[in-house]
């Protein structure tokens, strides 16, 4: 086997996916992550279809995944007077097998520190591949150099990997002109999920397995990822002058410690792969909240680690397969936006995206279609 010492940007669900397979092929894994812990936030993520179940089922991670499984729960769109317009059910934004992004990072990681070093709170500052070398040189913010036979970044759609190897963020990420924030709130908005829009805003609260989450139509933002009072007041800003129990939420939102805000977005790049370093999940395929990201990250991971096996370690081959397969399959995250199907920006846009809710046959059909994508690939027995 060649190229058996393998890094790994990002320890979310891509990079610890991979790294549970390499390890079962016989690699050296090391996975870096900028976070100082592994990062339990967001909402729930989900699984659908034949091809998702059976990569999870040969993970061998299904049951556990089951057991901790929060999918069914309805959500309630209601007006300002708080009465309830329609029903969003749980079936359609949980897909077959919904659980907690954390829950699922948790169970990866679990998996797979005992096999493979993590590197907490760190991040790669750079990446040299000789010409006629056999590795990759990288130099990290805080630990020594060290050279690996490949690199992978599965550091999401900002991702750094893919900016030191393919160029800045600007040439692969186009924004979709909204925001999103998802704000862990100490009070309690109720048991039943609610969610209330005005033209171009949504926030939703209440519920058992979510923070409370915004969606905001806007131009791009200038802030700091890492400021969390600027982002408070963005949120605030966007948030003024509305109505339902909105004050009281933006309230409890600047008592919140935490604040995620992010813009909705979609990588566009031409290939996946440069050299011996190659992208996998949201870094070469993300499409923010449109549903698919954990799923596409969790095949593509299978896809890459047996590729990899399947030509002993030769990248040339195994990088190039990877490609052809998972293009054709990550098609999805080229096309669609949720940014304007949760904050419609006009009244009869907001009525018209909850009049579609009242059809189940409608919502059939959408669900049907997700399907399909999801279970769009040869799915090759390494
Ligand atoms: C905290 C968090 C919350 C999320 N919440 C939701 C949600 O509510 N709904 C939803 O649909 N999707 C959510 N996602 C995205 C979802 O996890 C992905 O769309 C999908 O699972 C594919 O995962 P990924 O591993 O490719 O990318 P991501 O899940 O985005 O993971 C990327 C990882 O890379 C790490 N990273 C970033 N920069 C560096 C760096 N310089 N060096 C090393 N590591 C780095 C990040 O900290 C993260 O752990 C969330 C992701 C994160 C990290």
Request: with cysteine; hydrophobic share 40%; net charge neutral.
């Given at each position: 086997?060649?190229?058996?010492?393998?890094?790994?940007?990002?320890?979310?669900?891509?990079?610890?996916?991979?790294?549970?397979?390499?390890?079962?092929?016989?690699?050296?894994?090391?996975?870096?992550?900028?976070?100082?812990?592994?990062?339990?936030?967001?909402?729930?993520?989900?699984?659908?279809?034949?091809?998702?179940?059976?990569?999870?089922?040969?993970?061998?991670?299904?049951?556990?995944?089951?057991?901790?499984?929060?999918?069914?729960?309805?959500?309630?769109?209601?007006?300002?007077?708080?009465?309830?317009?329609?029903?969003?059910?749980?079936?359609?934004?949980?897909?077959?097998?919904?659980?907690?992004?954390?829950?699922?990072?948790?169970?990866?990681?679990?998996?797979?520190?005992?096999?493979?070093?993590?590197?907490?709170?760190?991040?790669?500052?750079?990446?040299?591949?000789?010409?006629?070398?056999?590795?990759?040189?990288?130099?990290?913010?805080?630990?020594?150099?060290?050279?690996?036979?490949?690199?992978?970044?599965?550091?999401?759609?900002?991702?750094?990997?893919?900016?030191?190897?393919?160029?800045?963020?600007?040439?692969?990420?186009?924004?979709?002109?909204?925001?999103?924030?998802?704000?862990?709130?100490?009070?309690?908005?109720?048991?039943?999920?609610?969610?209330?829009?005005?033209?171009?805003?949504?926030?939703?609260?209440?519920?058992?397995?979510?923070?409370?989450?915004?969606?905001?139509?806007?131009?791009?933002?200038?802030?700091?990822?890492?400021?969390?009072?600027?982002?408070k007041d963005i949120l605030t800003r966007a948030y003024?002058?509305?109505?339902?129990?909105?004050?009281?939420?933006?309230?409890?939102?600047?008592?919140?410690?935490?604040?995620?805000?992010?813009?909705?977005?979609?990588?566009?790049?031409?290939?996946?792969?440069?050299?011996?370093?190659?992208?996998?999940?949201?870094?070469?395929?993300?499409?923010?909240?449109?549903?698919?990201?954990?799923?596409?990250?969790?095949?593509?991971?299978?896809?890459?680690?047996?590729?990899?096996?399947?030509?002993?370690?030769?990248?040339?081959?195994?990088?190039?397969?990877?490609?052809?397969?998972?293009?054709?399959?990550?098609?999805?995250?080229?096309?669609?936006?949720?940014?304007?199907?949760?904050?419609?920006?006009?009244?009869?846009?907001?009525?018209?995206?909850?009049?579609?809710?009242?059809?189940?046959?409608?919502?059939?059909?959408?669900?049907?279609?997700?399907?399909?994508?999801?279970?769009?690939?040869?799915?090759?027995?390494?």
């Amino acid at each position: 086997m060649k190229n058996t010492n393998i890094l790994i940007s990002g320890a979310s669900i891509a990079g610890p996916a991979l790294a549970h397979w390499l390890i079962r092929y016989g690699f050296n894994v090391t996975i870096v992550e900028k976070a100082p812990a592994l990062r339990l936030g967001g909402q729930a993520v989900d699984f659908k279809g034949e091809t998702h179940r059976t990569v999870l089922s040969r993970m061998g991670i299904l049951d556990d995944v089951r057991k901790l499984q929060t999918g069914g729960t309805d959500q309630e769109i209601v007006d300002a007077t708080g009465r309830r317009l329609a029903i969003m059910p749980g079936e359609f934004t949980g897909g077959d097998l919904e659980i907690r992004r954390g829950d699922l990072s948790k169970i990866l990681y679990d998996r797979t520190a005992p096999a493979c070093e993590y590197v907490f709170g760190d991040s790669i500052t750079s990446l040299t591949e000789p010409p006629a070398g056999d590795g990759v040189h990288v130099t990290f913010e805080r630990s020594a150099p060290r050279t690996f036979d490949l690199v992978v970044g599965a550091d999401g759609i900002h991702s750094n990997v893919r900016r030191l190897a393919f160029g800045p963020e600007r040439d692969h990420v186009r924004f979709l002109g909204h925001y999103y924030a998802l704000v862990e709130l100490e009070e309690d908005f109720g048991a039943v999920p609610r969610m209330y829009n005005e033209p171009g805003r949504m926030v939703a609260v209440g519920g058992p397995k979510a923070p409370a989450f915004f969606t905001f139509a806007s131009g791009r933002l200038d802030y700091d990822r890492y400021d969390v009072g600027h982002q408070k007041d963005i949120l605030t800003r966007a948030y003024a002058g509305m109505g339902w129990r909105v004050p009281a939420i933006m309230a409890a939102v600047g008592r919140a410690d935490d604040v995620y805000l992010d813009e909705i977005s979609q990588v566009r790049i031409d290939g996946y792969r440069k050299g011996r370093v190659v992208l996998l999940g949201d870094a070469a395929y993300g499409n923010t909240l449109g549903g698919f990201g954990t799923g596409l990250a969790v095949v593509g991971a299978y896809v890459l680690a047996g590729e990899l096996a399947a030509a002993r370690g030769d990248h040339h081959v195994a990088f190039a397969e990877y490609e052809r397969r998972l293009r054709g399959y990550a098609k999805i995250a080229k096309n669609g936006n949720t940014g304007p199907f949760l904050a419609p920006a006009t009244p009869a846009g907001i009525r018209m995206r909850n009049w579609m809710f009242k059809y189940r046959f409608l919502l059939g059909l959408m669900m049907k279609l997700g399907d399909k994508f999801a279970t769009d690939i040869d799915l090759k027995n390494y």
